[in-house]
């Protein structure tokens, strides 16, 4: 069986690939809605300068939001606490309630 710290390499690097995937999928969708909108609204071909970072912006955010979802309902369904280790942790040793008295 794998250790802790190979299945939290695993894990970050299927998020990565999944949170890659959410975002060109978005910009993917924003570029075709932009020019169906474009093509409808006239008016707005002058505006895809913006539109363009809207798009980019919004599929950042938007990426970001359901990758953090999914990794908190994977997290809760697959129990992964346990068979993953902490990303960060603090290097200063927690002083005991005893010592601070």
């Not at 999944?18 to 505006?47: C, D, H, M, T, Y």
């Not at 980019?56 to 606490?81: D, G, H, N, Q």
């Amino acid at each position: 069986m794998p250790s802790k710290k190979t299945n939290t390499v695993l894990f970050m690097l299927a998020g990565t690939v999944v949170n890659l995937a959410l975002l060109l999928f978005f910009i993917i969708f924003g570029f075709i809605f932009i020019s169906v909108l474009a093509s409808k609204v006239p008016a707005l071909e002058n505006a895809a300068g913006i539109l363009t970072v809207v798009v980019f912006i919004a599929a950042l955010v938007l990426s970001f939001l359901i990758y953090s979802k999914l990794v908190k309902w994977a997290t809760r369904k697959f129990s992964l606490e346990e068979n993953l280790s902490p990303l960060f942790s603090s290097r200063k040793p927690k002083r005991r309630e005893e010592d601070q008295d």
